[in-house]
């Protein structure tokens, strides 16, 4: 088989057993990898509690990871969300996907829970499971630090150990790993980190074919502004966008009541720069390189926690920005989470954090301690508890980006048609609403909107399982991602078979979160978009969104998606007719 | 999206792409719609109805020149691959659709292609091209195929003269009807050197409107700015020439904010060419025969095989320097900065062409219009010396 290992690693952490199947071919060919593969591999315990010990967290690479096909050097991990209680996948970077298919597998599928604390060693064909006592309770940086001999690793937390509902899985060399708080379904199988090493390489049908196909993908990415142009992500990394986005006014602030920051200037891309010179990262063999680190290796914030932790939170001390990233970086928080259940808290109790107390409530979040351990169930429940459920930036409890969707109506429906939950990254509408790819839409119209965000989801479900970027989507399109898995995999895709592969995938998921009862009634935004404006300003009017006119355009893409006006499934036996 | 629709057909006639009563278009978002002259508007529904975008157009091109290069290619062909840098980058290759080929195959076979690319041409049709998110897209993919079918055929008649019945008599009435002179008389600019941002903005808009209008460019590629002191205003990416109200970056010069990081792909040239010269203001299209004539090399014997990219020469075009240069970050933002001091016009391999105004864009519009004309005349020039030298065809 060229492209794929067609193997996958089994853990079964109860009984301590590990064990290799073949994975069919034609799982492979429908559900490509990554995203897809994950998500098919749920069916069946897609409705288990995230933290019964039999639900599987699986870690799926794609086809094109191991090979040049530029930013496929990434993994999806894949289970239900304990936040959310949807199905949830996050797609991450860094080198551990790239020695996991270099230890012969696509996936590692990992069910039951240990009695304690164990690391899962992949070496080659050999995997084992190793005590980890002595790792329980440690940082991410000290566990990468002290396994990073046997291979690349991705580890939780103390944040994961304890159970805090937005933990994440990080991975080494990595971007901030994830949301919807899979961490905690690791925590809860006790088990620390897997790492993997090996020395295989993926076997690639049409190599002079793949040469030509990467070759137009890069002249893709130069022909971009906003990866390669003098002011796109390459060079200052997403916090690039904090000018544009408060430019645009929609820059989420003081937990979504107002949509303009002027301390935003403190933490731009520009003034990142010039405080702390940052250096190049990025996943492993990433022509773009978009993370930023300090010359001291300190990672720097990506966009969303910047502002998450800046004009979210009315914050506007890039240091103390800093310093919170990289205590979620160190105890495995989901930043944009963390920032906004900061803030919802914030607003409740009539006052926002001050940048001081930003680094150690973080902390108690992780440690679920004081009013830590409120915080760690994630901004519903803080703000139910409260008294003010209205006070959750959320869609299915998944606290919303930091792009304000009264400033970008596409992106108000994909926040709520998202099967993960309150997500920018499923449709990306960012991409056409403000950064006029492949063309500019009007960011303040639902017109047509339906349709492109159902169109969009398909191509990234697809984009998710071969486990490329979506950034390179700003400048490449299917056209040469179809080209480049024809290449690898010596089977013919198009762009038309990759959206319908990513159709199938997306209505799997959402057949799982009917199947748990989803329904339109959590196809919604909170009620402030919807009955207060944002600020407006510099001739730009950003007023609430009209709620009939989304409701219409909601009912729009739900026929588009061939759902009843419910958001659910009109014929039982979907799962049943997939592959 | 009627009035979508109606501005898009609009479009494809004003700029004589399209024959108006040969334009039909399909939008969906949950209803499907079909509009235009009726055989089309069926196809293009039939087609669309079985594709996942939201627009499609179907149009006969006002010049044969896509339709005569099907039947020039071999029978074993099934696309044809330009050699301009914007279709190689975009578009690849375009595939078509022989008439045999689509009676037998009909909608289904060009959905099928239409799923793989952005454009289709197809014999006794004309272009159809999709557009996955906007009515626009489709109009932009119709007139990428234009654009780059009429480059090519250019380049093909230079090549190998007329082949078939058919095309001589065609091409006089191209020449004669369809081309129009080419002039920036008649035209306002405002006396520069520009330092108001008002002033700026709205040159710039003007002058954009300008060049589509004149039949310069086509709308949707090129991009323009003008410099006041600290500041580049500079046009958008995916911005339309011709509406550009709205759609300027202010970019500063000193890296302060990245607001321009939706500014034209070319930013890092205009910036070079600025920084490294006395330039104000700068003009870019990419005028058709100025495309045919950059790619025209006389150079023998050259080891050089993708000259869009690498050819280190500087050549010229009736004193205008030519380079080679990949678009955005790829290389002519190093290429063209050095070159186009003197004259003030540059042109790009099978790319197009930069101009710059010392004082205004009068000046820099005038530049683009000489630089044209004068590959226009070459053109007709090498084209009437190729064909003396054949015999015209049965
Ligand atoms: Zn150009």
Not at chain 1, 415 to 437: D, F, Q, V
Not at chain 1, 555 to 561: D, G
Not at chain 2, 75 to 85: K, L, V, W, Y
């Amino acid at each position: 088989m060229n492209g794929w290992a067609g193997t996958i690693l089994k853990v079964d952490l109860t009984s301590g057993r590990i064990w290799r199947e073949t994975l069919p071919a034609e799982i492979l060919h429908a559900y490509l990898g990554g995203r897809g593969l994950g998500v098919r591999l749920m069916r069946g315990f897609h409705s288990l509690d995230p933290f019964a010990p039999e639900i599987p967290l699986i870690f799926a690479a794609g086809p094109l990871c191991g090979t040049s096909a530029p930013t496929s050097a990434r993994l999806a991990v894949v289970s239900r969300s304990p936040l959310t209680g949807t199905i949830c996948d996050c797609p991450v970077g860094g080198r551990f996907a790239w020695s996991m298919k270099s230890a012969g597998v696509d996936a590692l599928f990992i069910i039951g829970a240990s009695s304690r604390p164990v690391v899962l060693r992949v070496a080659g064909d050999s995997a084992e499971l190793v005590p980890a006592d002595t790792l329980w309770g440690k940082t991410i940086p000290e566990t990468f630090d002290s396994l990073a001999d046997a291979g690349s690793v991705a580890a939780i937390g103390p944040a994961g150990e304890n159970g805090v509902l937005f933990a994440s899985i990080m991975m080494d060399g990595g971007d901030g790993g994830g949301r919807g708080g899979l961490g905690a379904v690791m925590g809860y199988k006790r088990l620390k980190a897997v790492v993997v090493n090996g020395a295989r390489t993926v076997p690639i049908a049409d190599h002079e074919r793949l040469e030509n196909a990467c070759q137009d993908v890069m002249r893709l990415f130069r022909a971009s502004p906003v990866i390669f142009g003098e002011l796109g992500i390459a060079e200052y990394g997403t916090p690039a966008l904090v000018d544009l986005i408060r430019q645009r006014r929609m820059v989420p602030t003081e937990n979504f009541r107002r949509t303009y920051f002027a301390g935003s200037c403190n933490y731009s891309g520009p003034a990142i720069r010039r405080e702390y010179q940052p250096q190049r990262d990025g996943c492993y063999g990433c022509p773009i390189q978009c993370l930023k680190r300090t010359p001291l290796g300190e990672q720097l914030p990506e966009y969303d926690a910047i502002s998450h932790f800046g004009a979210l939170n009315a914050i506007s001390d890039l240091s103390s920005i800093v310093r919170a990233t990289t205590i979620c970086n160190e105890l495995g928080l989901d930043a944009i989470s963390a920032g906004a259940t900061l803030s919802a808290w914030g607003e409740g109790r009539g006052r926002f954090l001050t940048a001081d107390e930003l680094p150690g409530l973080l902390a108690d979040i992780g440690y679920r301690r004081g009013d830590g351990e409120l915080l760690s169930l994630g901004s519903r429940r803080v703000a139910e508890q409260l008294g003010t459920p209205g006070l959750s930036m959320s869609v299915k409890s998944l606290e919303l980006p930091a792009y304000d969707p009264r400033g970008a109506y596409g992106m108000a429906l994909a926040y709520c048609t998202s099967n993960r939950g309150g997500c920018h990254l499923r449709a990306y509408p960012l991409s056409h609403e403000i950064l006029r790819k492949p063309v500019a839409t009007d960011r303040f119209s639902f017109s047509g909107k339906a349709r492109i965000i159902k169109i969009a989801e398909d191509s990234n479900a697809a984009v998710d399982s071969l486990m490329a970027c979506t950034f390179a989507f700003l400048g490449a399109t299917l056209e040469e991602y179809a080209e480049i898995l024809s290449a690898v995999t010596g089977m013919e895709y198009s762009p038309q078979t990759l959206r319908e592969t990513g159709e199938r995938i997306y209505l799997t998921e959402r057949f799982y979160n009917c199947d748990n009862g989803f329904t339109v009634a959590d196809d919604h935004l909170p009620e402030r978009f919807y009955s207060e404006p944002g600020s407006s300003g510099d001739g730009i009017e950003v007023p609430a969104i009209d709620r009939a006119r989304f409701d219409e355009e909601l009912q729009k893409y739900y026929r588009i998606r061939g759902l009843t006006s419910e958001g659910t499934f009109p014929y039982p036996g979907f799962l049943g007719r997939q592959p | 999206m009627m009035d979508q629709i109606s501005k898009y057909t609009n479009k494809l006639v004003a700029d004589h792409s399209a024959l108006r009563d040969r334009i039909a278009f399909a939008a969906q978002d949950d209803t499907l719609l079909t509009t235009g002259e009726p055989e089309r508007a069926r196809l293009a529904g039939d087609v669309l109805g079985r594709l996942d975008a939201l627009a499609l157009v179907a149009a006969r091109p006002a010049l044969p020149f896509a339709e005569f290069l099907v039947r020039r290619i071999s029978s074993g062909e099934s696309c044809i691959i330009p050699r301009d840098t914007e279709t190689r980058t975009f578009l690849h290759d375009i595939p078509f659709l022989r008439r045999s080929d689509y009676e037998a195959g009909g909608p289904e076979l060009l959905a099928r292609l239409l799923g793989n690319r952005k454009g289709v041409i197809v014999e006794g049709v004309g272009i159809v091209a999709v557009g996955a998110v906007t009515v626009e897209q489709a109009y932009i993919n119709y007139s990428s195929v234009f654009h780059a079918a009429f480059v090519k055929y250019l380049q093909d008649l230079l090549a190998d003269g007329f082949l078939i019945p058919g095309e001589p008599a065609a091409f006089d009435d191209f020449r004669n009807g369809w081309l129009r002179p080419l002039t920036a008389d008649g035209l306002v600019f405002r006396t520069g050197p520009l330092v108001e941002p008002a002033a700026i903005l709205s040159e710039v808009a003007t002058v954009g409107r300008y060049t589509v209008e004149r039949g310069l460019v086509d709308s949707f590629f090129g991009n323009i700015s003008c410099r006041s002191d600290d500041t580049i205003y500079i046009s958008q990416t995916a911005a339309s020439l011709d509406e550009l109200d709205g759609c300027i970056d202010p970019v500063p010069f000193a890296p302060t904010s990245t607001t321009g990081i939706t500014a034209s792909s070319e930013l890092a040239a205009h910036r070079r060419i600025y920084e490294t010269g006395d330039a104000r203001v700068i003009l870019h299209g990419h005028p058709k025969f100025s495309v045919v004539m950059s790619m025209q090399c006389d150079r023998e014997e050259c080891g050089i095989t993708d000259c869009w990219r690498d050819c280190p020469y500087v050549r010229y075009l009736g004193g205008t320097p030519v380079v080679a240069g990949e678009i955005g970050a790829g290389g002519l933002a190093k290429r063209v900065p050095p070159v186009i001091g003197e004259s003030g016009r540059a042109l790009v391999y099978g790319h197009g062409v930069f101009t710059t105004g010392r004082r205004d864009f009068a000046e820099a519009f005038r530049a683009m219009v000489e630089v044209e004309n004068w590959c226009r005349n070459e053109y007709f020039r090498r084209l009437a010396e190729r064909t003396k030298r054949q015999a015209p065809p049965a």
